[in-house]
């Protein structure tokens, strides 16, 4: 990939991966960049590369437009607060130069940007494991010191949900929710928690996220192409019309 490095300086700030299109990025909504705030933002604009054009000649003719239109899409981070680095890069793959800037820039979550008209509830969909924890970082800086409201959903699989009438998965709801307080700072009165029952979490989930306004999930795929940005997390954008930041596995 040809790229720039990222400006800024490390920091304990949790990364989020935000990638664009240049010269013409799609515009993002206020309400997403001011959540965004307790976060550092690695912005990334791309330059989709035609099949018969070297990136090193792309860039050359056009690297001045899409520095100034990323630029512009900085800016608005910068005037709310939020800690934005930025890169540009030219290649023929969005999706591989996504892929490759989240794994060197160690970004912990990826935003895949949908518009945002209302922006007080969120829904984490969680899982028993490891990932929970993940996901619970982001949202309980997300959620700490806002009036955001969260909903942790756990869709349990029908054996699952049957052995001792779920409470099982209600007593791991608890348990999360007590981290979310305890750990992450959290009011209690601000989440609420939701055990489902069913073998396909999917539709499960798409049903949850139209009464919220903001997705939080974890990868689930070996892939991270596919976990961030095939199958289900894109599927989940686009049919619901709400962004979804995807919380990576381990850096």
């Given amino acids: 990939m040809s790229a720039e490095a990222y400006d800024g300086t490390d920091g304990d700030k949790l990364r989020v991966l935000v990638s664009v299109d240049v010269p013409d990025p799609e515009q993002i909504s206020p309400l997403l960049i001011e959540m965004l705030e307790p976060l550092r933002v690695c912005l990334l604009g791309t330059y989709v590369v035609p ?9 050359e003719q056009f690297e001045s437009e899409t520095s100034a239109a990323l630029e512009e899409v900085a800016a608005v981070f910068d005037d709310a607060g939020v800690e934005v680095e930025r890169q540009v890069v030219f290649v023929p793959d969005r999706l591989e130069a996504a892929e490759r800037t989240a794994v060197e820039q160690d970004c912990h979550a990826v935003l895949l940007v949908k518009p945002v008209y209302s922006l007080k509830r969120i829904l984490a969909a969680v899982r028993p494991g ?18 955001y409201s969260a909903t942790l959903l756990y869709v349990a699989p029908e054996e699952e949900g049957e052995e001792e009438d779920g409470r099982t998965s209600r007593k791991e709801m608890r348990l999360l929710e007590r981290e979310l ?33 903001v997705v939080l999930i974890g990868e689930t795929k070996p892939s991270v192409q596919e976990k ?12 619901t019309d709400r962004p979804v930041l995807v919380v990576r596995r381990e850096l």
């Fill in 51 to 59: 099949e018969q054009t070297a990136p090193e000649q792309a860039r």
């Fill in 130 to 147: 490891p990932m929970d924890t993940r996901i619970l970082h982001v949202l309980g800086d997300l959620l700490r010191d806002t009036d």
């Fill in 181 to 213: 307080v305890e750990q992450e700072g959290v009011d209690a009165d601000r989440i609420a928690t939701r055990v489902a029952v069913g073998d396909d979490p999917e539709p499960v989930v798409e049903e949850a996220a139209r009464d919220h306004d």
């Fill in 228 to 239: 961030i940005f095939g199958s289900f997390s894109r599927r989940l954008a686009d049919d």
